[in-house]
């Protein structure tokens, strides 16, 4: 990318956040620095950078060179000057030259797309993926008990590769790893594989489940096989 694409942005470093395109993040800004950095950009209309950080200090050894912009969506603003924000995730970018701290970190980032792959096969991994999704989450609402609401995902299979690494419960690193892709037929090939086991994880737990309420309603807690 050409120096002329490169933009200046402000930086939001996050412990155990990775955000992503398309999706919406609720936060809490407390800090005076931040509260000065996001009110511009409400005003301005103006993106700012939210990337992982590593520990609790901010410094480049520690930010993550890989982050997504944001955009202010929603604000309110507190007595205090506190804000409560949603942001929503546009593009991803890579972090070219950190600018200094003054005193938010700032950053000249380069913008990063995903290659460019056959739309058949991406369109094969996002159902499959989906499903994988679906039946996941249904799994998950027989085991807590709780009512879902309708739950539309994505049709795009780029837009769904985003969506699912962002709500699953992984680590951080694996998360990072998935937004650093920039292949969306690799991403849903890693996403089918952690969902795949993640639903053999909860076939398993729901058959605990179901053999506990049998022996309950037999009264017999002794002898779960029965």
């Known amino acids: 990318m050409a120096q002329s694409d490169q933009i200046e942005i402000p930086l939001f470093p996050l412990p155990n ?6 999706v919406m993040l609720p936060l809490h800004i407390f800090e005076e620095r931040y509260k000065k950095m996001i009110s511009a950009c409400v005003e301005e209309n103006a993106p700012f950078g939210i990337v992982l950080m590593d520990g609790e200090s901010e410094s480049p050894s520690t930010i993550r060179k890989v982050g997504v ?5 929603q604000a309110e603003r507190l007595e205090d000057g506190r804000m409560n924000i ?15 701290q003054h005193p938010c970190w700032s950053a000249s980032v380069e913008l990063v797309q995903d290659g460019r792959e056959p739309e058949a096969v991406l369109k094969s991994l996002g159902r499959e993926t989906a499903k994988l999704y679906l039946a996941a989450y ?8 709780k009512q879902g609401g309708e739950l539309r995902l994505p049709t795009s299979p780029v837009d769904l590769s985003f969506m699912v690494a962002y709500v699953l419960d992984m680590e951080s690193d694996a998360k990072q ?9 690799e991403r849903l090939r890693v996403l089918i594989r952690y969902l795949r086991d993640a ?13 506990a309420e049998t022996a309950s309603r037999n009264g017999d807690l002794g002898r779960p096989g029965t």
């Open 17 to 22: 956040v990775v955000f992503f395109p398309g």
């Open 177 to 185: 790893s998935l937004l650093e892709m920039n292949s969306a037929r």
């Open 69 to 73: 912009l944001g955009r202010v969506a």
């Open 138 to 145: 249904q799994k998950g609402l027989e085991l807590t008990g």
């Open 86 to 100: 949603l942001a929503e995730g546009e593009a991803r970018f890579r972090i070219v030259k950190f600018l200094g």
């Open 199 to 211: 639903n053999e994880r909860l076939d398993q737990q729901l058959r605990r489940k179901r053999i």
